[in-house]
């Protein structure tokens, strides 16, 4: 069983839609990570969370510690949302390094 | 543009055959991270720098893989002797540590092994 599991793993949504997707982990953490990956392979960080809610225009990323979970939300879809979403963990110590999920591939069709 | 390059962006090898890879971090980063992708899965680390220092590698990372980090700056990748099964997109990630340990990741190198 992965130490971090997404779902769902892949996601068709209509432009405006809300979209979810949730990361469940199995280890203690330090910090959490939401990133993007467009085709093609860059990664782009999106969020980092330890606790509570963080809010960056319309996507927003939640975390509940004692469930070990978190979700991103994106209101509003639209096409140019269409990626894969990750979620990264930091399992603490020093060397910083991130262990992460399948991944969850979003298409938001117009 | 997150400041990380990669060189070369696509590899193709034939089995056996070495392979070096290399990536230039955000100037100012201490901490550099070399992670493997395989087609629909996240990424995997495999070793990481602190500054010139190689201070951890996963066991993913056998003894055909070697990574360096002279001067603390670029660092290199290589593969030696490759198989199929190192055909993989190759993602390297700069951080600085004590202010955040936000990644920031380069568009990665693609290898395929022949």
């Known amino acids: 069983k992965n130490e971090v599991e997404q779902s769902p793993q892949n996601l068709t949504a209509q432009e405006g839609e809300f979209i979810t997707i949730n990361c469940s982990y199995s280890?203690?953490?330090?910090?959490l990570h939401w990133l993007q990956q467009h085709p093609g392979g860059g990664i782009v960080s999106l969020f980092m969370l330890s606790s509570g809610k963080k809010k960056h225009g319309r996507l927003i990323a939640t975390i509940n510690i004692q469930e070990k979970h978190s979700s991103l939300h994106i209101t509003a879809s639209h096409p140019r949302d269409s990626a894969v979403y990750i979620c990264a963990v930091r399992t603490g110590g020093s060397n910083y390094k991130l262990t992460f999920g399948k991944g969850t591939l979003l298409t938001v069709n117009p | 543009d997150t400041g990380v390059s990669q060189d070369p962006r696509h590899k193709i090898t034939k089995r056996g055959q070495n392979v070096t890879f290399r990536c230039d971090p955000i100037s100012e980063h201490n901490r550099l991270y070399w992670y493997r992708q395989t087609l629909g899965q996240g990424p995997e680390f495999l070793t990481y720098f602190q500054n010139e220092a190689q201070l951890e590698k996963s066991r993913l990372l056998s003894d055909r893989f070697s990574a360096e980090r002279p001067k603390g700056s670029f660092s290199t990748l290589e593969i030696q002797r490759t198989e199929q099964g190192d055909s993989a997109m190759y993602l390297c990630a700069s951080s600085l540590l004590g202010i955040s340990d936000t990644q920031y990741f380069g568009p990665g190198t693609r290898l395929t092994v022949l």
């Open positions: 280890v203690g953490i330090s910090a």
